[in-house]
């Protein structure tokens, strides 16, 4: 990055700070999203500069009907979503669970989805994913809130409540998980094999610090789960889709057609 794009970086962020970074969203005049503080540049970028998460425009064969979203940070990720159903389908009926265990974000969260039109369609939770039930120490990085680990360490830190999936959507069929839970995602595929199993679609951010991708797969195909798509490799992280497999008139399991 040279010298002028660094400069130009850091002032686009603390402009944000001052409220005048407005994102248009359609050519509805009211949905907009506005970028306000360096957090919500960040998480914008990532989410809505990653063309694997514009995936989502064509998986679907019709408007799904439930989307948990764990790690939710502000939010972006079920913006984007319901753009490309919109997009698609003309409308969006879809419900949403939105889970971010940092309560600092919950504000920006709660704004960016209300700008979105999609207040009525939204329930937010605070809590950690991956075992079924007990607390675990949240830390965040008090100069990055996009940035945590479950555990011991540094950082600002407070006791979190695991929560249930399996009985927060009471069986239900999940149309789609996304799971950016800075390495929890392998406890979690480990204690939640019930709610993969009825999950028709997943995409998931496997850190390089919790394991490997391999190891990670595996765990999902257990639950009938199998990748996807292309795997985009990032820093510290791949991300791809997953897919609930279907079968066939032989009884043949096959992956259900991603229409790509």
């Known amino acids: 990055?040279?010298?002028l794009e660094k400069l130009s970086f850091f002032l686009y962020r603390r402009l944000s700070a001052a409220g005048v970074i407005r994102v248009r969203l359609?050519?509805?005049?009211?949905?907009?999203?506005w970028l306000r503080d360096k957090y919500q540049v960040a998480s914008f970028q990532d989410v809505f500069l990653d063309p694997n998460y514009w995936r989502a425009f064509q998986i679907f064969d019709e408007d799904p009907k439930l989307v948990v979203d764990c790690g939710a940070h502000c939010?972006?990720?079920?913006i984007l979503l319901d753009i490309c159903l919109r997009a698609r389908f003309g409308v969006s009926r879809t419900e949403?669970?939105?889970?971010?265990p940092?309560?600092?974000?919950h504000?920006?969260?709660?704004l960016n989805i209300a700008s979105a039109n999609m207040r009525d369609r939204v329930t937010l939770l605070t809590g950690l994913v991956g075992r079924k039930d007990g607390r675990a120490m949240f830390a965040t990085n008090a100069k990055n809130f996009l940035v945590s680990h479950i555990g011991d360490g540094g950082g600002r830190g407070k006791m979190i409540e695991y929560l249930d999936l399996a009985e927060l959507t009471a069986g239900r069929p999940i149309d789609l998980l996304k799971l950016d839970i800075e390495g929890a995602e392998f406890e979690f595929a480990e204690a939640n094999q019930d709610v993969l199993s009825v999950t028709r679609n997943a995409v998931v951010e496997v850190h390089h610090q919790a394991g490997t991708f391999e190891e990670f797969a595996r765990a999902l195909e257990r639950s009938g789960l199998f990748q996807s798509g292309p795997i985009l490799t990032g820093r510290d992280n791949e991300m791809t889709w997953f897919q609930?497999?279907?079968?066939?008139?032989?009884?043949?399991?096959?992956?259900?057609e991603a229409r790509i």
Request: charged fraction near 25%; proline fraction near 5%; aromatic fraction near 8%.
């Open 1 to 3: 990055m040279t010298l």
């Open 102 to 105: 940092n309560e600092a974000l």
């Open 107 to 110: 504000r920006a969260l709660e």
């Open 26 to 33: 359609s050519n509805e005049p009211d949905w907009a999203i």
């Open 96 to 100: 949403y669970i939105l889970i971010e």
């Open 244 to 256: 609930q497999r279907r079968t066939t008139e032989d009884d043949q399991p096959v992956l259900a």
């Open 75 to 78: 939010g972006h990720f079920a």
